[in-house]
């Protein structure tokens, strides 16, 4: 009776297990479909190569809010990456524990969930007024780095924190610093849980809109630099939803967002294997 129990456990879990992945998967399909069969009749050349001219009916296209949008994206990551990485790889490998380092994960998970407009707000305050970078794409970058840092460190941190020990004594016993055992031993072991968290930050700053409206201005001009205004896909976005009765438009954009985002995703992961086996030494 026991191994009859034990085993129609395991069915049942297994089967819940398998039924809630399968509609997670069809709820992903289900919308992404959506946006697509709706929204890529709208697509065109014009509508990609034309700046958006406002209006009721969201005239123009959106080729200077995917250029605010990667540059945005671009310049976010140069500033989050390094200090999120470096910010976990101190807490997991050098940092002692006590007080002051409880105290900075405590701040850290506090962080992440404050609403992103206040980090908006800090920006307005900090980055377009006190440092005079005015609505730019350098004030909404900042400020979305610090309102992803807190992930960053904390996916990075437990990347790290998930790779055997046994891993740190193997490499210091063969003579290896401190450094090199981080470098060469453990970054390429933790590297995909590290760029999982990378991803996750891409796909949340490419969402943000509180945030960037009161820091990046949400000009529609082509940006000339990193601090010239801009507007990204998703405010576009909402703006053509709330604005205009361009509905058409507001799903051809979606579908944009949506492409950018795979491909982002795509050359992320491309870019960390080929990282991964230069560091490890394969080919």
């Not at 398998?18 to 919308?31: D, K, M, N, S, Y």
């Not at 809010?65 to 470096?86: N, W």
């Not at 437990?158 to 031993?185: D, F, I, N």
Request: hydrophobic share 50%.
């Amino acid at each position: 009776m026991r191994r009859i129990s034990a085993k129609r456990t395991q069915q049942l879990a297994m089967a819940g297990i398998w039924t809630t992945g399968i509609v997670t998967v069809l709820i992903l399909l289900t919308i992404i479909g959506y946006v697509l069969a709706k929204g890529a009749p709208g697509i065109g050349w014009s509508f990609l190569t034309t700046a958006p001219r406002g209006g009721l009916s969201g005239e123009g296209g959106i080729s200077t809010v995917i250029v605010s949008t990667l540059y945005l994206i671009g310049l976010t990551m140069a500033i989050l990456v390094p200090l999120g990485l470096g910010a976990a790889i101190y807490l997991s490998e050098y940092a002692p524990d006590n007080r002051l380092t409880r105290l900075i994960r405590y701040g850290t998970e506090v962080l992440a969930g404050v609403p992103s407009i206040v980090f908006g707000l800090f920006g307005f305050a900090l980055f377009v007024t006190a440092l005079s970078f005015r609505f730019s794409i350098l004030s909404g970058a900042l400020t979305l780095a610090c309102l992803l840092l807190p992930t960053l460190i904390r996916t990075s941190e437990e990347a790290l924190m998930a790779v055997p020990r046994s891993h740190r004594e193997a490499a210091l016993a063969l003579g290896a610093t401190k450094w090199q055992t981080v470098w060469r031993v453990l970054l390429p072991a933790a590297l995909p849980g590290i760029v999982t968290g990378v991803i996750l930050c891409i796909g949340r700053a490419i969402g943000e809109t509180a945030c960037l409206f009161v820091t990046m201005g949400g000009s529609t001009a082509l940006p000339t630099s990193f601090f010239s205004g801009g507007r990204t896909l998703s405010m576009h976005l909402l703006y053509l939803v709330l604005d205009t009765n361009a509905f058409e438009k507001a799903l051809a954009t979606g579908v944009v967002l949506v492409i950018i985002i795979i491909v982002i995703n795509t050359l992320t992961n491309w870019l960390s294997q080929r990282f991964r086996a230069r560091m490890t030494g394969g080919a």
